[in-house]
């Protein structure tokens, strides 16, 4: 992108093209008066932003020729920000101009300085957008942040991002959320995002494993220590060396293990079961439970200085529910590769079967929405999984926790049906703003008001 914002002006009166010409000092100007020279211009400069006066030659008095260089416009660079001028019945044309994809209008006679501040504002969300444009291209265009994970959601977008910013140190991390919403592969995300990546990530459920091997498990045995120890066994703590041990459910951990656990968090040797020789490891501990810690603390059940040494950063994460639009995007990538998986010919979803997505509350996150798109493809009848296909019933009638205040309310309301739209269109702003029953400027402004342009992870076209 050039140091100075590129601007086509297209407008056939000459002294109109001097006093606007002058009036844009910061940007670097083109300026033409015909539908050939304009298009010309377009593929040349590849401009930010365009205004253009409808009315020109050969049809100076109507507006069929700006209309025209309007719709070649967008078919040629979409992402151009063009401004439409005319003094012909301009209501009508503000309507039309707006419906082909036009970003403002404004009604001849110019006001430069009024045309200066749409311009710039025009400038300013044609950057928004290429920055945008520009993070989809580096992260992946479905969406992938943090160790593959999909999602456009603000709410796991800071928790990925907050994975990042610890994953260069040492620090124990513990994640809380319920079942099926990602701990583990946020936790494989740490991993691969730390200096620890070329060693192994081991991952161990402690809810899975019996007491009575639990132990045997995390800190290994040497032969012979009990019936069955028929050769030194190394445990999970050793096998993660250099690298990272997840420990699912920690919460399950029975209290004399957890004091073995906590001498290894403070001076970093174990011993197997069975051995007299302590054994140095280097392994970083990330852990991760759907239960309440701190009350167990205050039940007995979970030593305080244990979740003091395992919870140096605390990440929350959030349900697939507390996610808007993030459903539709993950039902989406599953269906993709349960086709190739598992060769079925279902490739998409009808509009039912989105709206099925993302009115159902999903209490089992994640791993249900996994396990139902998987069972709706094998299913299907034909090449789009229907809402029949999901049989997931009506969506519940239970009402999110909004404010009191209306005001308030009707903002979260707002933001929650945008980001809806933004997901079941994939970001294309001409069908969300469709679906939402608005136009593309009012959706824009929206966008900008509800500071949803940076957040949503969506790419805006």
Known sequence: MADRPRLLIVEDDAGLQAQLKWAYEDFEVTVVGDQASALAAMRAVEPEVVTLDLGLPPDPDGTSEGFAVLDAIMAMRPQTKV???????????????IARGAYDFYQKPVDIEELGLIVRRALKLARIEAENRALAARVGSDNRVLGGMITAAP?????????????????????????GTGKELLARGLHEASDRRAGAFVAINCAA??????????????KGAFTGAVKTTEGKIEQAQGGTLFLDEVGDIPLPLQVKLLRFLQERVIERIGGRKPIAVDTRIVCATHQNLEAMIVDGRFREDLWYR???????IPTLAERPGDSVLLARAFLQRFAIDLNLPAKGFSGDALAAIDGWSWPGNVRELENRVKRAAIMADGKLVTAQDLDLGLPGDAQED??????????????????????RSEGNISNTARLLGISRPTLYDLLKQYDLQGESGVTPR
């Open 209 to 222: 494993i019996p007491e009575n091997l639990l132990e045997s498990e995390l800190f290994g045995h040497e």
């Open 155 to 179: 709410e796991m977008l800071r928790v990925a991002r907050t994975i990042e910013r610890v994953a260069g140190t040492n620090v124990s991390v513990m994640l809380l959320g319920a079942s």
């Open 402 to 423: 909004l404010p009191l205040n209306l005001k308030a309310a009707r903002e979260a309301a707002d933001r929650q049906v945008i980001r809806h739209a933004l997901a």
């Open 310 to 316: 395992l919870a140096e950063i605390v990440v929350k």
């Open 83 to 97: 401004i439409v001028a005319s003094g012909h019945g301009a209501r009508e044309s503000a309507l039309n101009a």
